[in-house]
C-alpha cells in the first residue's frame, strides 16, 4: 500500500534548539520526495524537493535527507525560530500522484 | 507574480446551498489542482487539469462536486447541494510540470464551514 507516515505527530521545542522531524514511505514507484512548511491558516510552502540520487539537501536553515534504499527521509530544523512554528508534511511522487503524510505540528517556544 | 489566488478565503453555509470557490493559476502553468484539507483526513487530492482539460477527477467524492477551467487562468470549484461534511479547506494549487515533477504552489485556501 502506498503510505507516508510522519513521526512525530507533534513537537515542542524551545527557540533556539535544533529538531529532526521523520517521514517513512512504502511509495512505489518512486520519483522524488517533498517537504512543505504549512503555517496556520495558510497553503503548503515548498522547502525541498529530492529526487531518487539526492541524499541531501538544504534550504537556509531546513536540511532534509533522503535514504531511498530504507525509504526513510528526515527534515532537520538548525537553530528553530519562532517562525518555525508550523505543520511540516512530507509528500512523496509515486509517477504523477503525490502521496501526502498526515504532518508533524511543530512548536517553538521562547 | 501574485501567485495563486484563491476567493473566497471563507464561506460559511446552511446545508442544501450552493458553494463555488475560485481559483487563478501562477501565469503560465499547465496544471491546476483542487485539493480539500481536514484534520482527519489530511490534504486529498480532488481532481486535475492540464492544459484546461480535466485529467484524473478520481478525488471527486460525489456527483455533489463539480469543478472546471474555462480558460488558462480560471478555475471553480461548486458544491451543490453543500452539506455539512463538506466543511474543510479547499486548497488550489499550479504547477509548470506534472504533478509529480514539478513544484506545486499553493493557494492561501478557502476556509468552508457548512451549517
Redesign the interface.
Known amino acids: 500500500k502506498n503510505q507516508v507516515e510522519q513521526s512525530p505527530q507533534s513537537l515542542i521545542i524551545l527557540e533556539g534548539k535544533n529538531c529532526t522531524l521523520q517521514c517513512n514511505y512504502t511509495v512505489s514507484p518512486f520519483?522524488?520526495l517533498?517537504w512543505y512548511k504549512q503555517d496556520t491558516?495558510?497553503?503548503?510552502?515548498?522547502l525541498t524537493?529530492m529526487t531518487f540520487s539526492e541524499n541531501t539537501k538544504s534550504n537556509g536553515r531546513y536540511t532534509a535527507t533522503l535514504d531511498a534504499d530504507t525509504k526513510q527521509s528526515s527534515l532537520h530544523i538548525t537553530a528553530s525560530q519562532l517562525s518555525d512554528s508550523a505543520s511540516y508534511?512530507c509528500v512523496v511522487?509515486?509517477?504523477?500522484?503525490?502521496v501526502?503524510?498526515?504532518?508533524t505540528i511543530l512548536r517553538v517556544k521562547s | 507574480d501574485a501567485g495563486v489566488i484563491q476567493s473566497p478565503r471563507h464561506e460559511v453555509t446552511e446545508m442544501g446551498q450552493e458553494v463555488t470557490l475560485r481559483c487563478k493559476p501562477i501565469s503560465g502553468h499547465d496544471y491546476l489542482f483542487w485539493y480539500r484539507q481536514t484534520m482527519m483526513r489530511g490534504l486529498e487530492l480532488l481532481i486535475y487539469f492540464n492544459n484546461n482539460v480535466p485529467i484524473d477527477d478520481s478525488g471527486m467524492p460525489e456527483d455533489r462536486f463539480s469543478a472546471k477551467m474555462p480558460n488558462a487562468s480560471f478555475s471553480t470549484l461548486k458544491i451543490q447541494p453543500s452539506e455539512p461534511r463538506d466543511s474543510a479547506v479547499y486548497f488550489c494549487a499550479s504547477s509548470f510540470w506534472g504533478g509529480g515533477t514539478g513544484e506545486l504552489f499553493f493557494g492561501e485556501g478557502s476556509r468552508l464551514t457548512v451549517l
Open positions: 520519483s522524488n517533498r491558516g495558510r497553503g503548503p510552502v515548498s524537493i508534511i511522487s509515486r509517477g504523477n500522484k503525490l501526502f503524510g498526515a504532518g
